[in-house]
């Protein structure tokens, strides 16, 4: 598919009341696997986890546009190395509640510090990717004494994406179009329009090449274009980006950048695919200063956007390396 992100717009209109009258039902997000699926109360939701393993808690938390499934290469051998593994479907997405609230980044952060408790855990290793990331970036700088540690995948801190969006417009700028195109009221019905072929083009524009290849990568991107139109999931999912750019100008998203300057105090890796288009190495490769503990920056070669995908044996080696650091 040859189609630019922003060119599927046209299409929706013809399609959205077809895939509004055949959504798929949440069942399509429970896989089959060496791992249990259940349901967690915290903060006010419930919450799908996949859980395995047994051991210190290493919680998963995927970005858009996807699911729990982005773990599916990671889960099982953190398992086998002697960790309790959970990933989660963030507020919104799979089959995790889909309020029509609570998408800013003070409650997202409660998410994950109070699914940390209800799974009985005091603190977990923290592997964010994408919005995921930001999350593990904001629990560490508001609930520190729960993350003990934590890996960033492809997801720059806030503050320095924020900062690389204004200073960097032909970079960051330009590669953050997606940002703004959210903000559009009912975005949500392009983004599920045509069986969610704006989805199937995003994996396309930000994915590595090398992946495109492979039959992972096909499977894969049809079950996150299946995920995306349970509904409400494709809002809810609008939703995380629309209070991120709205809030810049309101006393919420005053008080959450200046909490968000909080020296990290967690042990962090960081890695970055070299190809990611969205969101750019060198806007990610700043987010060290905001770590006073270890820090560890690395840039995967021949990698985009999604480098639990995209070279899943790398990034489960250097996330049982970390955690045994």
Not at 124 to 130: E, F, R
Not at 262 to 290: C, F, K, M, N, V
Request: proline content about 6%; some cysteine.
């Amino acid at each position: 598919m040859n189609l630019g992100v922003e060119d599927l717009g046209s299409a929706a209109g013809r399609s959205t009341l077809a895939a509004m009258a055949n959504p798929p039902d949440d069942v399509v997000v429970l896989h089959d696997g060496p791992w249990s699926h259940r349901f967690v109360s915290a903060n006010g939701s419930r919450f799908h986890v996949v859980e395995a393993g047994a051991g210190p808690l290493v919680l998963l938390l995927h970005g858009f546009p996807e699911y729990w499934w982005t773990w599916r290469h990671q889960i099982e051998p953190l398992a086998e190395a002697g960790y309790r593994v959970a990933a989660v479907d963030l507020r919104g997405y799979g089959a995790s509640d889909k309020p029509p609230r609570g998408y800013d980044g003070f409650t997202l952060a409660s998410d994950v510090s109070g699914l940390i408790r209800a799974l009985g855990e005091r603190d977990a290793m923290l592997v964010g990717h994408d919005w995921g990331g930001a999350l593990a970036w904001a629990t560490a700088a508001f609930h520190p004494r729960q993350v003990r540690r934590m890996v960033i995948l492809g997801s720059p801190h806030p503050l320095r994406l924020r900062a690389a969006i204004a200073s960097d417009p032909r970079g960051q700028l330009a590669a953050s179009r997606t940002l703004f195109a959210f903000q559009t009221p009912r975005y949500e019905h392009r983004v599920t329009a045509n069986d969610a072929a704006y989805v199937g083009a995003l994996f396309e524009k930000w994915a590595g090449g090398r992946w495109q290849q492979t039959d992972d990568y096909a499977e894969y991107t049809e079950a996150c274009r299946t995920a995306i139109r349970i509904p409400q999931a494709a809002f809810c999912a609008m939703e995380y980006y629309r209070w991120s750019l709205r809030s810049l100008t309101r006393p919420t998203g005053w008080r959450y950048a200046k909490l968000m300057q909080a020296p990290i105090t967690a042990p962090t890796l960081q890695l970055h695919g070299a190809e990611d288009a969205y969101l750019l190495p060198r806007t990610a490769q700043g987010s060290g200063r905001y770590v006073t503990a270890g820090y560890e920056w690395q840039v995967l070669d021949d990698v985009g956007h999604f480098p639990q995908s995209e070279q899943p044996e790398r990034v489960t080696g250097e996330l049982l390396r970390w955690a045994k650091a």
